[in-house]
Nanobody, 113 residues
Framework: VQLVESGGGSVQPGGSLRLSCAAS????????MKWVRQAPGRPLEWIST???????VYANSAKGRFTISRDNAKNTLSLQLNSLKTEDTARYYC????????RGQGTQVTVSS
């Protein structure tokens, strides 16, 4: 199983980023997937899950600002981040949405003025 995140960077508050996760080594189309994040000194925080049918759920902190999506033909999971806030600064990970599911190495998102 391999999950490789990309797309992170530094943006000003109010900015946008699009994160991508390239998946391989497992049946992506049959796997529920999720995004989580971790800020320094904070516990891992769940952001959003998308199931195999494309049904999505979001944490309150992400609702209305973040959009999760998947492309099963390309084995890719995405997370569109809009209206970013300083408190969104964290390392973002994609993961298989099962207990103990594999997680990537993450991509850093820094929001500051």
């Amino acid at each position: 199983v391999q999950l490789v995140e990309s797309g992170g960077g530094s943006v000003q508050p109010g900015g946008s980023l699009r994160l991508s996760c390239a998946a391989s080594g497992f049946d992506f189309s049959r796997s529920d997937m999720k995004w989580v994040r971790q800020a320094p000194g904070r516990p891992l925080e769940w952001i959003s899950t998308i199931n195999t049918r494309g049904y999505t759920v979001y944490a309150n902190s992400a609702k209305g600002r973040f959009t999760i999506s998947r492309d099963n033909a390309k084995n890719t999971l995405s997370l569109q981040l809009n209206s970013l806030k300083t408190e969104d600064t964290a390392r973002y990970y994609c993961a298989i949405a099962i207990s103990g599911g594999a997680r990537g190495q993450g991509t850093q998102v820094t929001v500051s003025s």
